[in-house]
């Protein structure tokens, strides 16, 4: 975040203003912390022209688990319902 906010040359209360949160909230951002919103990852990836990245993120691993879960996921045999009353 800091990089591509310092190419375009932003001060930190530019691209604050920018992405609507506060300067105190930038700092944050940029310093990784997880106690900022994801709203406020998303206004300043936005803003700098990054969020559309986001798409190409990719995770292996949660690929494979979502894979396997697929394949173990048994199908219920549908039977006929006894309808007699």
């Known amino acids: 975040m800091r990089e591509a906010r310092l190419a375009r040359q932003w001060t930190l209360a530019?691209?604050?203003e920018r992405s609507r949160i506060s300067t105190a909230t930038l700092k944050r951002v940029e310093?990784?912390?997880l106690s900022a919103s994801l709203g406020a990852w998303l206004?300043?990836?936005e803003r700098v022209g990054l969020l559309s990245r986001l798409t190409e993120l990719r995770d292996p691993t949660s690929k494979a688990l979502l894979d396997e879960?697929?394949?173990?996921?048994?199908r219920r045999k549908l039977t006929t319902p006894d309808l007699d009353f």
Do not use: N
């Open 14 to 16: 530019e691209l604050a």
């Open 43 to 45: 206004a300043v990836l």
């Open 31 to 33: 310093g990784g912390a």
């Open 69 to 74: 879960t697929r394949t173990k996921r048994s």
